[in-house]
């Protein structure tokens, strides 16, 4: 009875509009008194602490950096002209780009909402002009962000191997195929959704005239990626060492080469840097003082016996199944690092004990997590475009179940084919 007083407490938190943080800790702070056992109170200073000591988390602010200056450098804007050149031809050619710049873009910063918000800025209305509903383009930058959670660098894969100790550089290299699945499989709604609604060819021909001159300039945008993914596959440098080196070039290139970046815009993106990574490190903190009080309580361990008794140890693809659609709900009503960090070390045992492969399972963990960032109430992607579109927030939410119903069927296909995420993780010997 306690235990649904102190959800219920959570969720009024969150309503009135509680920081996140502050309600899981507010959370723990009540469930820790209401054991009668004061002294337990310093576990959550050292928890809070905890969560967030880690060397593998050192990564994440560069690559949110590396992002940030991509797009006040003008890089970002040279790569959506890259995926014009190759993409843009066809009928509903800008809904490709968005898929494509997505792609291109994942290899940067790793994270959905720079994504929406970078390409969302620049294609929303382009697509819009070219003939598409506003709902649909929207809803196509809301889904094509999440492949920058995928596709190597993931702040979610980056935060998933902190907690279970996972190669971040398997990760990264089981991340790609998928990621590319997840495009292909948005640019085949894309194509369905042009020749239904017979959307107009794009005029691409000022873009074919300018071609050398974009293909020219695509090269600085695209090294960033290539230091990114290559290094880090390779061997060559740490993930830590690649986002350093990313940030680096962006500085260099944007100030000498596009000479678009300025002091003023390296502070700013700098100050969105600490206020995106300071976020995500209270919310890691927090959800550890959360996770510890509930294995005091030892809630996480009645779950695991739950699922132990049940069978369904011995049927990997049913368990991965049960654990996505348990992620995917409670996905739809809290934060997305939160959810990552409270039930990664409650699920990520029961994996390992079914004999899943630990690469795999991260992907589909953070494809999970990433889906939920454009699902209803919550879905803080669709907040972003719904915004920079000026779309209503309830026509999008109508608008963004075909694609989430896409997502979820390429995760399907992750769970029942492992060699997705085994293959380029064991030619790389990773």
């Given at each position: 009875?306690y235990?649904?007083i102190l959800?219920?407490?959570?969720i009024?938190q969150m309503l009135i ?11 723990s ?5 209401g054991t009668?056992n004061?002294?337990?109170?310093r576990?959550i200073?050292?928890?809070f602490?905890g969560?967030m ?14 992002g940030?200056?991509?797009n006040?450098?003008g890089l ?12 843009g031809?066809?009928?509903g050619?800008l809904g490709?780009?968005?898929v494509?710049?997505?792609?291109v873009?994942a290899?940067?910063n790793?994270s959905?909402a720079?994504?929406?918000?970078a ?6 209305h382009?697509?819009?002009k070219?003939?598409f509903p ?5 809803g196509i930058?809301?889904a094509?962000?999440?492949i ?10 980056i935060?998933y191997?902190s907690l ?7 990760l990264f290299?089981a991340?790609f ?6 495009g292909l ?12 609604y017979n959307v107009?060819?794009?005029n691409?021909?000022?873009?074919y005239k ?5 293909l020219r300039?695509?090269v600085?945008a695209?090294?960033?990626p290539?230091?990114?993914m ?5 061997g060559?440098?740490t ?9 680096l070039?962006?500085?260099i290139?944007?100030f000498f ?7 003023k ?6 100050y969105e ?10 919310i890691m903190?927090?959800?550890?003082v959360?996770?510890?009080?509930l ?7 009645a ?9 369904l140890m011995?049927?990997?693809f ?5 654990l996505?659609?348990?992620v995917f709900?409670i ?5 997305e ?10 699920f990520?045992p029961?994996?390992m004990?079914?004999?899943i492969?630990?690469f ?6 953070t494809?999970?997590?990433t889906?939920a960032?454009i699902?209803p109430?919550?879905?803080?992607c ?10 209503p927030?309830g026509?999008?939410?109508?608008e963004i179940?075909?694609f989430i119903m ?5 995760l399907?296909?992750?769970i029942?084919?492992?060699?997705l995420?085994?293959?380029?993780p ?5």
């Open positions: 009875m235990g649904i959800f219920i407490g959570f009024l509009g509680v920081p996140l943080y502050a309600s899981l800790l507010m959370t702070l009540l469930g820790i008194i009668g004061l002294t337990l109170l576990i200073p050292q928890q602490y969560g000591d880690s060397f593998t988390l050192m990564a994440l602010p560069f690559f949110i950096l590396t940030n200056l991509m006040r450098s970002t804007d040279r790569l959506i002209d890259f995926s014009r050149l190759i993409v031809r066809v009928r050619g490709y780009v968005n494509v710049g997505s792609v873009f290899g940067v790793g959905a720079a994504d929406a918000s390409l969302g800025s620049i294609l929303i382009a697509m819009v070219e003939g506003a709902a649909y383009s929207a930058t809301a094509t962000s999440m920058g959670p995928i596709i190597p660098p993931s702040i979610f894969m935060i191997a279970t100790n996972t190669s971040i550089g398997g290299a991340g195929l998928p990621g590319l699945v997840l499989a948005y640019m085949i709604m894309n194509w369905h959704y042009s020749r239904k107009p060819v794009t691409t021909e000022e873009v300018a071609k050398w001159e974009i300039r695509s600085m695209l090294i960033a290539l230091i990114i290559g290094g880090i596959i390779i060559i440098v993930p830590t060492e690649s986002g350093a080196l990313a940030c070039y962006c500085i290139a944007g080469f596009t000479r678009e970046l300025t002091l815009t390296l502070c700013i993106s700098l840097t600490i206020r995106s990574t300071a976020a995500v490190f209270l903190g927090a959800a550890s959360v996770g510890w009080y294995k005091y309580e030892r809630v996480t361990q779950f695991s016996s739950v699922i132990i008794n049940s069978g011995n049927h990997p049913l368990l991965m199944l049960v996505s659609a348990i709900v996905g739809m009503f809290m934060e690092v939160a959810v990552l960090t409270l039930l990664t070390p409650v990520y029961l994996a004990r079914a004999g492969n630990p795999q399972f991260g992907v589909v963990m494809l999970n997590v889906i960032l699902t109430p919550v879905g803080a669709n907040y972003i475009v719904a915004a920079l579109g000026h779309v927030i026509e999008l939410f109508r179940w075909p896409v997502a979820l069927a390429v399907i296909i992750i029942m084919f492992p060699s995420t085994a293959i380029i064991s030619i790389m010997r990773l």
